[in-house]
């Protein structure tokens, strides 16, 4: 599982899923789902991301995921899951901690 830096509610960025040991050229990913959960397992695709936002580079193998807002004192647990070309299916997990430092 990939662990993110942690971030304040108020902070807005992107975090990226690399996929790039799994996936190499000439195959490239077709299609990326990002899921979202917080520590007690609620739906927080809308919490913590924005699907408008959300990128894929074919060329590096990589899904950029924006995140944004969030809960202070809360985790989040993200779920990246893409399609190649080829047809080969991958997945990643990854976490991110939002708190409020003063």
């Not at 995921?65 to 399609?83: D, E, N, R």
């Amino acid at each position: 599982m990939d662990s993110f830096s942690d971030k304040q509610p108020y902070e807005e960025y992107y975090v990226d899923f690399d996929f790039s040991n799994v996936v190499v050229s000439p195959d490239t990913i077709a299609t990326a789902a990002v899921t979202a959960v917080d520590d007690h397992n609620n739906n927080a695709i809308t919490v913590i991301t924005t699907a408008i936002k959300q990128n894929i580079d074919t060329a590096l193998s990589k899904v950029y995921v924006w995140v944004q807002g969030g809960v202070s004192g809360t985790m989040y647990y993200l779920t990246c899951k893409i399609i190649t070309a080829n047809g080969e299916k991958y997945e990643k997990d990854g976490e991110i901690y939002v708190k409020e430092i003063n």
